[in-house]
């Protein structure tokens, strides 16, 4: 079931929406969700561009995505009902606020009729509530002005969907009373607004037709769960790494849309001993990680694309010194500024080649909003391991979109061991003296007595570490840090296919839209097409069956957020690969049906 | 600061590949005598070097030593200082370096009053680079990039260092190198950040091109012109016409350091466990 919030920016319908994601999810639903706001910190009242949606969609089993339509929507506004439309199907039920639908308000959303259902040639059932009116009537003893009653909107509304599906609405108070414990009177006069949709609901039960129940299976993994973002996962995977190393965590940091909110978690974790700054720029947030790094933190710095492209040269530096970075880029729409609140696939070419020089780095990418945990515990994993800087490219749609977690036991994850000097190796231990099973240089810190010295983005002497243009030397420097990083597949889980195993065709993707392309291959094999989806989280170096894997399909579709950077990719790295390709670069997640309709038409064809 | 006595030797590494003349090979030499007066174990040390010829330090020193990008040193110092605040880190840079393409990390590190010792070797050019002019070649005097003169005025280093909130700033130069000694000593034991400005001499470029001589001649015009701040408040305004201030500049005590406050954060909420 797929219940989308709108209203104009101010109205509070990413709180609605997010609580009541966290509602569905503590009563042990599996949640996806897509917020969609525009960039601008309020555009002008009532209009078009001001409408701010999150859509969330609720299930029993595993959901992958957000639903390409919803089966609610609530439009708190004129301009709401106007541009959110769209994704409603035949059957689903609109809540309107009846009180924000007068004359002036339709003006604004540039409607031209009186009647805007019939202007847009809607014959949905639709719920009509004059929220504005009775939110105002049920706190007009509560001593509380105008402004801030307007502000309740939303939990009546949010009240009123609890009960078209069922929820239990204490799950809204307690979050309600956490939110505002410095403020009761808010908290009350949102709590009561939140029974008043709730009953008005219950008390308009004749007018709606449907009614909805998203079950919670029985047979679900015992723990505790949370939802979670994809940011918030992405700090807790650092933390989590920084203890299994038993590093200090370091981050370096500047705020970017719609990376910021790492370091605002991150910020708030110093009683675990994390240590973040808010630098003067991005290039001094990278800077003072490979700092950190020199003096022996477990690093990061966390941005977006044009945080990359500022922060390429001191990344750089890392590769050249071989110290462990963690570099997290949250995709946005771009280039340039771009759009900052829309997510898209096009920095992989960026992070795989954006600096002068060979300059090799592993790449990874995150699939769902809860593998961003994962992902950002692999990250430090073989950045420490390998002593390499490493780049976790997320996106604003896993970044922002919640799903319900599972919270994993530490243990069950596996150890972190940075390749420290051994003391015996004082004396003759030289900076880029190797390990020859891996070919990663050994870690000394200033500090540690007997091993001093110098590192720099001059290169280095493989013998000595001193500054050298010795050609032989150059060659042999630039084929041992690509060779480092080669050996890294070692390390890395296999490619794995799944769907049909006979396929007729295989779906290829990487990072955020995992979610979307396995609904997809699903679809696919439901209709009878025989699909399979190859879905990859480690770009560079890619699994070692990569090439064993695609071989043994005869079509293959590589379906991207871009406009074919991943396809360039495996076609530079596995000669004679014939792939078929979707590309969309619009700043909106995939359309499942969109997608469907564009896999059978390349099986059907000939190429 | 501990029981080991250290000498200018055992900091030294390598051979210094300046110019003959080029100003930066007497600071290097104040640099360690400075070290050693102050007794640091050098695996104790931090220093973290930009791009040009003052950077080129790094690579001639037996301490860690980080060789970095140019006019990011301060930026990378941070985050060495932040991580282990227990290291003496302490930044050799350039004036192009430090106030032109690193001005920015320089202002908020100063605004930060944050433990670092910051040594701008200022030889009023971009000498690796082949002579351009930077935010200290003074005004009217040429460059490859100016060739017609130089219309840009200058940054006055320690000045702009203070106002952006450095708690001690310093100018010494390379011909009074007893002194530069001392300055850097009191720049390295100051807690919270240091900004000495080191006027180095550059004959192979700046000096060529503005018809100054050789190093002895700008060395000894360096003798002519500076006068000790102590001294220059008992002058008179017709006295100290042309003349430029050496010493300790500024400093201001009890002024709370980054690193110390940070912690404190840290402790608080019982991080430090």
């Not at chain 1, 009186?114 to 009116?133: D, H, M």
């Not at chain 1, 969907?161 to 414990?181: M, P, Q, S």
């Not at chain 1, 290169?459 to 480092?484: C, D, F, Q, V, Y």
């Not at chain 2, 950077?55 to 040193?73: I, K, P, Q, V």
């Amino acid at each position: 079931m797929v219940v989308r919030f709108s209203g104009d920016s101010g109205d509070g319908m990413q709180l609605a929406g997010n609580m009541f994601s966290n509602i569905s999810a503590t009563e042990g639903n599996d949640i996806s969700t897509f917020p969609d706001y525009p960039a601008d910190i309020r555009a002008p009242q009532g209009t078009l561009t001001g409408v701010s949606g999150f859509q969330v969609h609720v299930g029993s089993d595993k959901v992958y995505t957000p639903g390409d339509k919803c089966d609610v929507l609530v439009a708190m506004n004129p301009a709401a009902l106007k541009t959110q439309y769209k994704f409603c199907k035949p059957q689903s039920v609109i809540i309107i606020d009846t009180d924000s639908f007068t004359k002036r308000d339709l003006e604004k959303a540039q409607f031209q009729l009186e009647n805007p259902f019939s202007e847009l040639g809607i014959k949905n059932e639709v719920v009509e509530a004059a929220i504005t009116t009775m939110c105002k009537e049920s706190l007009k003893d509560s001593g509380l002005d105008n402004k801030t009653i307007m502000r309740t909107k939303n939990m009546f509304a949010l009240g009123l969907v609890c009960w078209l599906f069922h929820r239990d609405i204490t799950i809204g108070e307690k979050l309600l009373r956490e939110k505002f414990a410095k403020k009761p009177e808010i908290a009350e006069a949102n709590v009561k607004v939140l029974h008043d949709g709730y009953h008005f609901g219950e008390n308009t039960h004749a007018s709606i037709s449907t009614s909805y129940t998203v079950p919670t299976k029985k047979a679900m993994q015992l723990g505790r769960y949370m939802d979670i973002n994809g940011n918030k996962a992405a700090a807790y995977g650092l933390i989590a790494a920084a203890e299994k190393s038993g590093l200090q965590l370091y981050l370096g940091s500047y705020p970017i849309t719609p990376a910021t909110d790492i370091l605002h978690e991150l910020a708030k974790h110093k009683s675990l001993g994390v240590k973040t700054v808010q630098c003067e720029d991005e290039i001094a947030g990278c800077a003072s990680a490979v700092g950190a790094a020199f003096a022996g933190a477990l690093a990061v710095t966390t941005t977006s694309g044009p945080g990359v492209c500022l922060k390429s040269e001191a990344m750089n530096l890392a590769v050249i010194t071989e110290l462990p970075l963690v570099i997290i880029d949250v995709q946005r729409g771009g280039p340039s500024t771009g759009l900052p609140t829309k997510s898209e696939q096009t920095d992989l070419l960026q992070a795989l080649y954006g600096r002068n020089g060979e300059s090799p780095m592993p790449v990874i990418a995150a699939t769902s909003p809860t593998d961003c945990f994962d992902a950002a515990f692999m990250a430090c994993k073989i950045a420490v391991e390998h002593m390499t800087p490493v780049i976790l490219l997320s996106d604003a749609y896993i970044a922002n979109g919640s799903a319900a977690w599972h919270l994993p036991n530490l243990n069950d994850y596996p150890a972190i061991v940075p390749p420290y000097v051994k003391p015996e190796m004082a004396g003759s231990w030289t900076p880029f003296q190797r390990n020859p099973q891996t070919g990663v240089r050994y870690w000394a810190t200033p500090g540690m007595k007997g091993f001093m010295h110098r590192i720099g983005g001059l290169e280095k002497s493989n013998e000595t570490g001193a500054i050298s243009t010795e050609p032989e030397n150059h060659n042999l420097m630039t084929r041992l840090r690509a060779e480092k990083v080669e050996r890294i597949a070692a390390s890395i889980p296999d490619l794995e296919v799944e769907g049909d195993a006979d396929a007729d065709l295989l779906i290829v993707g990487f990072g955020g839209t995992y979610g979307h392309l396995h609904s997809a291959m699903d679809a696919m094999n439901r209709h009878g097409k025989k699909a399979a989806l190859a879905h990859f989280k480690f770009i560079n170096p890619l699994p070692r069956n990569t090439e064993a894997v695609l071989r043994r399909y005869k079509k293959i579709v590589v379906a991207e957020q871009s406009m074919g950077q991943f396809a360039g990719y495996l076609r530079m790295k596995i000669e004679g690969l014939h792939l078929h390709q979707f590309n969309q670069v619009k700043g909106q997640p995939f359309v499942v049906k969109e997608l469907v309709d564009a896999f059978e038409r390349i099986l059907a064809s000939d190429m | 600061m501990c029981e080991t006595k250290y000498t200018a030797a055992d900091y030294k590494a390598g051979q210094p590949r300046w110019c003959p003349g080029c100003g930066d090979h007497a600071f290097l030499n104040s640099f360690h005598k400075a070290l050693a007066e102050i007794g640091i174990p050098p695996h104790q040390i931090a220093v973290i070097s930009g791009i040009g010829c003052s950077s080129r330090a790094a690579g001639y020193m037996n301490y860690n030593t980080l060789h970095t990008t140019h006019g990011r040193a301060i930026a990378f110092a941070t985050g060495v200082k932040l991580a282990n605040p227990d290291l003496h880190v302490i930044v050799i840079t350039g004036d192009g370096d430090a106030t032109a393409i690193g001005g920015n990390h320089l202002i908020h590190a100063c605004r930060r009053n944050i433990d670092l010792t910051v040594i701008v070797f200022n030889n009023n050019i971009y000498g690796m680079t082949g002579g351009q002019y930077s935010p200290t070649t003074p005004h009217g005097e040429k460059g490859t990039t100016a060739p017609y003169g130089n219309i840009d005025y200058n940054f006055d280093i320690p000045q702009l260092a203070q106002a952006a909130g450095a708690t001690f700033t310093g100018r010494c130069t390379a011909y009074h190198a007893q002194q530069a000694i001392k300055l850097i000593e009191a720049g390295i034991r100051h807690h919270g950040f240091s900004l000495i400005e080191g006027l180095s001499v550059c004959p192979t470029y700046y000096g060529r091109k503005n018809k100054k001589g050789d190093s002895v001649k700008m060395l000894t015009w360096q003798k002519d012109n500076a006068v000790d701040v102590k001294a220059a408040a008992k002058m008179t305004p017709e006295q100290l016409e042309g003349k430029f201030l050496i010493g300790e500049l500024s400093s201001v005590e009890n002024k709370e350091e980054y690193t110390d406050m940070y912690m404190k954060i840290i402790e608080k909420v019982g991080g430090d466990k």
